[in-house]
Every structure is written in C-alpha cells, then in structure tokens.
C-alpha cells in the first residue's frame, strides 16, 4: 500500500471520529441511556454543593433558582458521586482549588470502596481527567474533583470485578473522557449490571471512566425532556450559561 493511499485512509478515520462527536452528541444514541457531551473548553461546568449561605443546594430544583437569581440558567446537572448522610461528600472534593473533603484511600464496604475507584478532575486550565485513586496528585492546578467508585474502565478495560450476565441492576450514572478530550455523562433510564453501564462508556472510545451513584441518581436535561429535579445530594455537576 502507498504512503498516499495508507495517509487518505487515515484522513478518513480522524474524519470519522471528529464527526462522531462534533455535535455534541454520539452518532448513534444508545436509548438505554440518557447521555450529554460537555466540551470543557466551551461550555461552563461547575461542581456545586453549598450556596454563599453553606446551604446545601441537594438537588436541581434548588439550583435552578439559586442560578436564576444570578441571572443564569441551568442546561444540564447530575448528581456527583456519593456522599455521607450529611450531604457532605464521601472522599475528595476540591471546590475552585480548595480542599472542602480530603481523599479517602482507605478500604470498606459498598460501591465507592470497590478498588480501583477514582477521581473526576478538572484542571484550572479546563483539562478533564479521570484516574484512579492511587494516582491521583493534587498539584494545586485543579479546579474541581470529585470522588467515587468504581472506576468504570481503566485504561481502556472494564473494571475486572464486573460479570457480563450479572443480575445486580440499579440505576446508575457516571462519567467518562472521550478520545477527543470531551466529556460524556450518562444515567441508565433502566435498571443495569455494572458490566454493561461500563461497556457503553468503553464502546464510546473512552479510556477511563467512573461510576457516581445508583439508585438515587437523578440527571436534568431539558433539551431531551429528562427533567428530574428531586433528590437530596451532596456534590452537583451542572452546565451553566
């Protein structure tokens, strides 16, 4: 095969996987999910959880009002991992550099301690990253983190805890980076297996991705008329304009 052939077909190939993505959204939507793509660069992401007040904003319905009497609307939010009954975050959140929950590497029960679990970060210069706990290092650069478990893939693999035919089902969301550095958030509108929620993340060319919660999950978008705005949260991700 020539250079000139093997260098077209290449063009091709990024072509495709740009365009996979460039509106904002997969090709090809998995309607077991509801999912939204964030650009980082672009678009405004924020992790909330207390107002000027220190109360806590718990679920969309009180976000949206304490962002509209700031004169801006809400155009996606999810809860963002889990949290202790206090609504106080379980493991790290760092909140515009500041450290308000330290990182928990210890061991336990539940999902948040089924190891490796990670960190979602974004970087001052709006740079998202997904790692596992272990690796994660706070260099003073970060914006927002938030902790929770399990990872979801790592390094391109599904967690290996996780069986294919496995009956445990719930709700569940979570989060994953892109190839092309993208965000993508999705919450199942059905009950599923941990093994299957990851494969749709990894089928989505990501090469780590984090669970957040389960059952208790809820995702507001209103521009596919998913709009729940219940719940009783700690940590909030939400878009802004």
């Given amino acids: ?46 992790f909330f959880w207390k ?39 379980q493991g790290l959140f760092i909140e515009n550099k500041i450290v308000k ?11 948040f301690y ?44 599904i967690h290996t805890a996780f069986k294919k035919n496995s009956t445990n089902l719930n709700i569940r969301n979570g989060v994953g980076i892109l190839p092309n550095n993208q965000i993508v958030f999705a919450i199942s509108k059905k009950e599923i297996n941990f093994y299957d929620f990851a494969e749709y993340f990894k089928n989505l060319g990501c090469k780590n991705a984090l669970y957040l919660d389960g059952f208790v999950s809820r995702t507001y978008l209103p521009e596919k008329n998913w709009k729940q705005i219940d719940g009783n949260f700690g940590v909030i991700i939400g878009v802004t304009e």
């Fill in 1 to 46: 095969m020539s250079k000139k052939v093997t260098f077209i077909i290449l063009l091709i190939i990024a072509s495709i996987s740009v365009g996979f993505y460039q509106l904002g959204k997969p090709l090809t939507e998995d309607e077991r999910f509801v999912s939204y793509i964030v650009n980082p660069k672009k678009q405004n992401l924020d």
């Fill in 51 to 89: 107002n000027e007040r220190g109360e806590h904003f718990k679920n969309a319905e009180n976000l949206i009002s304490w962002l509209k009497s700031k004169n801006k609307k809400l155009l996606f939010s999810t809860n963002g991992g889990m949290y202790k009954k206090d609504n106080s975050p």
């Fill in 101 to 111: 929950s330290e990182i928990d590497a210890s061991n336990g029960n539940g999902n």
């Fill in 114 to 157: 089924l190891k490796p679990n990670g960190v979602f970060y974004l970087t001052t210069e709006k740079n998202p990253i997904i790692c596992k706990t272990e690796d994660f290092v706070n260099n003073g650069k970060i914006k927002y983190a938030t902790q929770s478990g399990p990872m979801l893939v790592i390094n391109g693999e």
